[in-house]
């Protein structure tokens, strides 16, 4: 993983989105992140491929939060 | 008990160790109540085996790694605070790693208890230095602990001398209490051919197997390097690695990049019955971590039967002696990595030693019922 993956994946543990309804917006994940929308959506996209985000539509809004694996490859750094 | 990691949690070693720790604890009438935090899919309150676990919800998050870690020790002491309420007095307040250490001391002082902290590495081991400011304050809060806690419990020997000597704490203070193994989970029949086969590797093929956090510590780019020079002898070898971490996409492009896609698989988690099957298929176990304070990894590979191959670091020098119970090998050293591997697949009937001698060994000084003897006796000084 990349360190723009390790810093989103992080970020969404600490956030605590780690479940459908505390999943957050592309906007809402780069106010915290500081990464712009555009590399933060490709950069979701390919921890989605990897199995570590997910997603779901919300009021038209695409919102991701971490799986079970997600949460364990985020704190893996610190155990 | 605090502990941030308990199954399904199940981050690194400390997961298993309490997991291990509070049953065995629970066979011995000690009434446990693990405090951690929340899991998908997973209630927040249960009973397992006797022990009743509770786990928070953090409900306030913050992108800053360490604000975490306080937010969530914020909602442990509250609900410490909340279960004293319900169910009366704890006896001891255990906590696990800098990680739930700050809960565990103001739990001390508000419940008039003692405390005990169970190190089960130092910040200054995982780093390597102290070159941040986050560095320096998990440091410090290892430090803080240690001062606090009536004792402090360390997973290795190794780890007893570096607290004592980083954390300038008295010699009488710090005990050395191992991990244990649940040995009889690897006394099952398998279809090693059917194992091997969901990973692509054949009945005659060598499969070296390692385990672990894909993160720098664990030193498995080295071990990925070493396996073209293994290869030159041994061209039936296979590498499975089986684990998860930030480091997995650097490590399969190294994979790649060295041409050994086929014969380097990576599988990220599995289940712990997956895992097992996977011991008990494989022909030799490699730990080749730059730091270990104890190795968890290694113990399961000796109580599965395996001839081990480990680093020379830490608690794996306490587990496995050399030419003994297993084979050491220089940290980082890839031609060592690769004469480790040579020798024990060129030398069958050795190899077979080895492993019988490791698997009485984890046998017969590694079980969960002398580590909670070791740590009751602990608890009774604590108390006293």
């Not at chain 1, 969404?12 to 309804?21: E, M, Q, R, Y």
């Not at chain 2, 085996?49 to 020790?73: A, C, Q, T």
Request: proline letters at 4%; glycine letters at 8%.
């Amino acid at each position: 993983m990349k360190s723009i993956s390790k810093i989103v994946i992080e970020i969404l543990n600490n956030v605590g989105a780690i479940s459908k309804n505390r999943a957050l917006s592309i906007e809402e994940i780069s106010r915290k992140t500081k990464i712009d929308a555009e590399r933060l959506k490709e950069t979701l996209e390919q921890l989605k491929s990897m199995g570590y985000v997910n997603s779901i539509s919300r009021k038209g809004q695409e919102r991701y939060f971490l799986t079970p694996t997600g949460i364990l490859v985020a704190l893996s750094s610190y155990s | 008990m605090l502990t941030w990691e308990y199954p399904p949690r199940i981050v690194g070693g400390l997961a298993r160790h309490c997991w291990g720790l509070s049953r065995a604890l629970a066979r011995k009438g000690i009434e446990v109540h693990i405090i951690t935090l929340e899991f998908p899919d997973t209630p927040l309150e249960e009973e397992v085996d006797g022990v009743k676990v509770h786990r928070v919800k953090i409900e306030i998050g913050n992108p800053n790694f360490l604000v975490w870690v306080l937010l969530f020790n914020h909602f442990m002491e509250k609900k410490a605070g909340l279960l004293t309420q319900e169910v009366g007095e704890f006896d001891i307040i255990h906590v696990h790693d800098w990680l739930t250490t700050l809960a565990g001391i103001s739990l001390k002082h508000t419940l008039n208890k003692n405390l005990v902290l169970t190190l089960h590495s130092t910040e200054i081991g995982r780093s390597g230095e102290l070159s941040s400011p986050d560095s320096s304050t998990k440091d410090s809060i290892e430090w803080w602990g240690t001062y606090e806690a009536k004792y402090v419990i360390t997973v290795s020997d190794s780890l007893r001398s570096e607290v004592i000597g980083h954390f300038k704490v008295p010699e009488w203070k710090v005990v050395a209490i191992p991990n244990g193994i649940d040995i009889y989970v690897f006394k099952r029949n398998v279809d090693r051919n059917r194992v091997r086969a969901r990973y692509g590797v054949e009945p005659n093929d060598k499969l070296i197997l390692t385990v672990g956090r894909l993160v720098p510590q664990k030193g498995f780019h080295f071990l990925i390097q070493a396996i073209p020079k293994v290869l030159m002898k041994h061209p039936n070898v296979k590498l499975v690695i089986v684990g998860d971490g930030w480091m997995r996409s650097q490590l399969e492009d190294l994979i790649r990049g060295l041409g050994l896609m086929g014969k380097v698989i990576t599988t990220g988690f599995i289940s712990d019955s997956e895992l097992i099957d996977l011991y008990l298929s494989a022909d030799v176990l490699v730990v080749p971590s730059l730091y270990e304070p104890f190795g968890m990894v290694a113990l399961e590979g000796m109580a599965a039967g395996l001839p081990v191959i480990v680093s020379s670091v830490g608690g794996l020098r306490q587990i496995v002696e050399h030419d003994k119970t297993g084979v050491w090998v220089y940290p980082g050293d890839i031609n060592s990595i690769a004469w480790g591997i040579d020798y024990v697949l060129s030398n069958p009937d050795h190899a077979r030693m080895l492993a019988n001698n490791a698997k009485r060994k984890a046998k017969e000084v590694f079980s969960w019922d002398a580590v909670a003897e070791r740590t009751i006796e602990v608890y009774k000084r604590a108390i006293r």
